[in-house]
C-alpha cells in the first residue's frame, strides 16, 4: 500500500489556480470493457472504476521506487485528471496487453494504467473511444450500505457514464487521501467495498455542506466548470473533523 497522501492543503484538485497549474500535466487512463451483446450496467461500472482507482494508489508498484511511482507523482503534483475510454475484442486484449491493472465488479471490468503525459498516451489506448461510454442500469440499483462508503452523484446533472466514472473515481481518491491510515489499511484489506448512488434531491444540499470530500469539476468535458458532482461518504469521515460543523473539502478535478 501507498503510505504517501498528498496534503489535504496542497490537493491537486483545489479549484482556485495554483503551480500546479503549470507543472506538466499528466493522466490516469481507465478502460472499461464494454462488448456490444453484453455491455456492463452503468453502476457497476461507476463502482468499478472507483474501485480501479484505489486500487493503483495503493498497490506498492504505486509507492517509494515501485516502477509506476515517479509517474504517479508527477501526475499527483499537476492537476488530477482521469480519462475513460471504451473496449471491446481485440481492443480489449491490446489494452490488456499494457501494464496496468485490471479490476473486476459483478460484471464490469476496468483496466487502470500507470499515468501518461496529457499528450503521451500509448497508441493502443490513445486510438480507444471516448464517446459510446453511455450504459444503463436494467434494474434500479438497491439501497446502499449506510455503514458503507457511497460515493453520491449530484442528481441534477446528467452525466456520461465515461465521464461519472473518472468523477466517482476523483472521489473514492479524496476518500482515499483523506482517511487516516488505519482506516485506509482497513479499507484496502476488506478490498474496497463502495455504492456509486444518486443522491435524493432533496438531501443533495446538505451533502455538499456537510464537510465530507467534495468533487467540483473543472469543467474541461460536458458541464459546467465549478459544478458539484460528488461527495465521498465514508462512515470514517462522518466523525470530527468531518462533520457538518467541520472544515469542507472541495476539490476541483
Not at 489556480?17 to 464494454?34: C, E, H, N
Amino acid at each position: 500500500m501507498s503510505e504517501d497522501p498528498t496534503p489535504v492543503s496542497d490537493s491537486p484538485f483545489r479549484s482556485e489556480p495554483s503551480d500546479r497549474d503549470t507543472a506538466p500535466q499528466f493522466v490516469l487512463p481507465l478502460v472499461v470493457r464494454i462488448e456490444r451483446a453484453d455491455p456492463p450496467a452503468r453502476t457497476d461500472a461507476l463502482e468499478t472504476a472507483a474501485r480501479a482507482v484505489l486500487t493503483i494508489l495503493s498497490d506498492e508498484r504505486s509507492a517509494g521506487d515501485g516502477p509506476w511511482a515517479q509517474a504517479v507523482r508527477d501526475w499527483q503534483d499537476a492537476r488530477i485528471r482521469k480519462v475513460v475510454r471504451r473496449a471491446r475484442g481485440a481492443e480489449w486484449r491490446r489494452a490488456e496487453a499494457l501494464p496496468g491493472i485490471t479490476v473486476t465488479g459483478k460484471a464490469a471490468e476496468v483496466r487502470v494504467f500507470p499515468p501518461v503525459p496529457l499528450d503521451g498516451w500509448p497508441k493502443d489506448l490513445a486510438r480507444l473511444q471516448v464517446s459510446g461510454t453511455d450504459l444503463d442500469d436494467p434494474e434500479p440499483p438497491g439501497a446502499a450500505d449506510p455503514a458503507a462508503p457511497v460515493l453520491w452523484l449530484n442528481p441534477d446533472l446528467g452525466m456520461s457514464a465515461g465521464k461519472a466514472m473518472a468523477q466517482a473515481g476523483h472521489a473514492a481518491q479524496l476518500a482515499w487521501w483523506e482517511l487516516p491510515d488505519e482506516e485506509r489499511a482497513a479499507w484496502h484489506d476488506a478490498g474496497f467495498p463502495l455504492a456509486v448512488r444518486s443522491a435524493d434531491p432533496a438531501r443533495w444540499p446538505g451533502l455538499t455542506g456537510s464537510g465530507l470530500p467534495l468533487v467540483r469539476d473543472a469543467g474541461f468535458t460536458e458541464i459546467a466548470p465549478g459544478s458539484c458532482t460528488v461527495v465521498a461518504d465514508h462512515p470514517a469521515l462522518r466523525r470530527e473533523p468531518y462533520a457538518a460543523d467541520g472544515p469542507a473539502a472541495t476539490r476541483s478535478e
